[in-house]
């Protein structure tokens, strides 16, 4: 797969957020960039100045494993930036392949088994996604935390929930920081599956309709989801700050479980104690499905 552009952007963006200062360098103050100049960085990564032109022209295929760290080292990418680097060569490297061209998307729906898992958590929302920030399945929780992603412009997606449902940014306190975040996990998953049809699909309609997610796709923000806390205001409740961690589930190639849960003896856990009691118990995260028209056979397991 030709990636050239991805790769030309990823480098240019993150070369021009560092300043001299940052990278150690002292002198040259007239500058006509506010980051490093081409130079600088192939300085830094102890490569010739030819040859890093050409790795920030695209052209990517071909370079070490070594070069690629060297690199990552000189512009002080974190964990996530490194990976979509290495990311991004993998793909320039591999041989054109018409049939994952033409890989269909992704089914809908979580295997049996793994919705009997969601089922047994009932101390906090707990639901699967994919990269594409599609919610497959659900707790009972999780569908009455989520309901306004499933009964508007989300049609069961985070990512249109965010940009396209203006009740997102209630739902959302710190909005532009959830924003950011949905953006950079799509683009880090885009950067492992460029031939996901169905992310091609919901980025161009993303950004047609969204100026916001425009701007961010634009900035080639990536980031990998693990553990953290987050406070969402929702609709029935109120306010609630929620622990998360994001698990890989390894059975299921590009799935995520995510589980919230509430610090005990908090007035958050008291109001997921009522979002509980407010959903219809054993209902809710098999009528997610149906309601929202996501049927369909179990995803493929890679």
Wanted: no cysteine.
């Amino acid at each position: 797969m030709d990636n050239r552009d991805e790769v030309r952007e990823f480098l240019t963006s993150r070369r021009a957020r560092l300043t001299p200062a940052d990278a150690g360098i002292t002198g040259g103050s007239n500058r006509r960039v506010s980051g490093l100049r081409r130079g600088e960085v192939a300085m830094l990564a102890d490569v010739s100045v030819e040859y890093y032109a050409k790795l920030e022209r695209g052209n990517i295929a071909g370079a070490s494993d070594g070069v690629l760290d060297a690199v990552a080292t000189a512009l002080q990418l974190d964990d996530a930036e490194r990976a979509h680097l290495f990311d991004l060569s993998r793909i320039a490297n591999a041989p054109i392949n018409a049939k994952a061209r033409r890989r269909p998307n992704r089914s809908t729906a979580v295997r049996p088994s793994l919705q009997l898992v969601l089922d047994t958590i009932t101390g906090g929302p707990a639901f699967v996604r994919n990269g594409r920030m599609d919610i497959l399945g659900t707790n009972d929780l999780g569908r009455a935390f989520y309901a306004e992603v499933f009964d508007g412009p989300g049609r069961g997606n985070i990512a249109r929930y965010n940009f396209l449902d203006q009740r997102a940014k209630q739902f959302y306190p710190n909005w532009e920081i959830a924003a950011d975040i949905v953006v950079a996990i799509m683009r880090t998953e885009a950067g492992r599956n460029p031939y996901d049809k169905g992310m091609q699909d919901l980025v161009g309609e993303l950004s047609t309709l969204s100026d916001a997610f425009r701007t961010r796709w634009g900035a080639h923000n990536v980031r990998e989801h693990g553990a953290g806390v987050k406070t969402f205001h929702h609709p029935i409740v109120g306010d609630v700050t929620l622990v998360y961690e994001d698990l890989t589930l390894t059975s299921d190639h590009g799935l995520t479980l995510l589980i919230y849960t509430a610090e005990p003896g908090t007035s958050s856990e008291e109001r997921l104690r009522l979002l509980a009691s407010w959903s219809a118990p054993g209902k809710a995260s098999r009528r997610m499905i149906e309601s929202t028209g996501t049927t369909g056979p179990r995803p493929a397991v890679d």
